[in-house]
Each structure stands twice: as C-alpha cells, then as structure tokens.
C-alpha cells in the first residue's frame, strides 16, 4: 500500500538531545545531592517520559516525589540551547510535505512545542502527539494510533522513524512499517543514516508493498 503518512519520533531524531537531557536531569540530581547520570541512566531516559526518568533516577530514595515537583519549576530555554538539529530535517520535511502528512509521536512532553518552534519546525508538521497528549507512553501504541485516527489512515499507509528500541516495539504493536534512524543494530526493514535517505526510498518507491 502506498505510503501517506511519515510520523517521526523527535529526541535523537528530528534533533540530538542527548547532551540537553543530560545537563537537565543532572541538574535535578545534583539539586538533591545525587551523583551525575552514568551513561546507561542517560540511555533510558533518552526514550522516557520526563515522570519516568525521575521515577527510575530517584528509586529507592526519600525524594522522589520532591523530584518530580521541582523538574517542573526548571526553565527549559538554557536545556533547548544544547539541542542540536539533526542535518537536513527541514529540508526533508519540505519535499514531504506537498505528498504527505506528517506527525511527530514522542515520549517528550511540555519542551515538545518549545522545540518545535526553536528550530522553526511548527509549521512543518500536520500533527503532534506528546507524552502530554496520551494516557498510555511509548512502547505502548496509543500514540500512533492516536495519529492514524486522525488521518483516517490504515497502519500499512504510515511509517514510523525512530532510533530506539522502544520506538521499533511501538510501530510493531501499531502495525506501521518502521525505519531505523541512525542504529544499525536495530531490527528494521531500513535504516536511514541521513534524513535525505528517506527521500531516496520514496523516490524509488522501495517501501511501497513493504507490509503487502
């Protein structure tokens, strides 16, 4: 079936936050006496919801609720200034954009909009489904059906871009096709190390039939 929907997942996708989320989780850490994140924390709250990152970072302590409080009283501008947007995104959602709809599916929450229109990416996306927006976080589906509801679309008509294995788990239990970004361990049909490979695939209509 032809593709008509491209839904991206954002955090190590549509931008590298990985340096940000570092600096605005340590700072909660740091704020209640807590060592920095070791790599592997940072690993899991990459594809975590801001409440569960907190939950998981501040287990087994007397301070997690206060934790959870006080995520919310931190400014997110000087964290958004770490961001840094992956190459030719904006161009890419460009061309999408006369042929396709196009949606965002993210664990992130409040920052989401802020990001968005840092990056002048607001205008570029038909749809946008934060953690904010659903009851039930990524892996669960809810999001990207959320999504395909809204387009009135078949999950074989969408694509999910992601780089994590939580957002490979989402698109299989949506039955969308998902495309691997920027991890090659990954189990996917393709995987894309530049978003211009995308425009290339549907140039060449390889993903048409992927699911047929």
């Known amino acids: 079936m032809p593709k008509t929907v491209i839904i991206y997942d954002c955090d190590g996708v549509l931008i590298d936050s990985r340096e940000?989320?570092?600096?605005?989780?340590?700072?909660?850490?740091?704020?209640?006496?807590?060592?920095?994140?070791?790599?592997?924390?940072?690993?899991?709250?990459?594809?975590?919801?801001?409440?569960?990152?907190?939950?998981?970072?501040f287990q087994g302590t007397t301070c997690k609720d206060a934790a959870q409080a006080y995520q919310f009283t931190l400014n997110n501008e000087p964290y958004i200034a770490r961001l840094r947007l992956e190459p030719h995104v904006r161009e890419v959602l460009a061309a999408?954009?006369?042929?396709?709809r196009t949606a965002v599916a993210t664990n992130r929450g409040r920052s989401l909009a802020l990001i968005l229109k840092h990056f002048h990416l607001d205008g570029l996306f038909d749809l946008t489904v934060s953690s904010y927006d659903v009851s039930l976080p990524k892996p669960h589906p809810q999001g990207l059906l959320k999504i395909l509801e809204h387009f009135q679309a078949p999950p074989q008509a969408a694509l999910y871009l992601g780089d994590s294995e939580v957002d490979r788990l989402v698109a299989q239990r949506a039955g969308v096709d998902f495309i691997a970004y920027k991890n090659s361990i990954l189990e996917a049909p393709f995987h894309l190390e530049d978003h211009l490979d995308l425009l290339a695939l549907l140039d060449k209509d390889q993903l048409l039939g992927a699911r047929d």
């Not at 940000?20 to 790599?39: C, K, M, Q, V, W």
């Open 96 to 100: 999408l954009r006369p042929h396709y």
């Open 20 to 57: 940000s989320n570092r600096a605005f989780y340590n700072d909660i850490l740091a704020h209640f006496g807590l060592p920095p994140l070791t790599e592997e924390q940072l690993d899991y709250v990459q594809v975590s919801t801001s409440g569960q990152a907190v939950d998981f970072l």
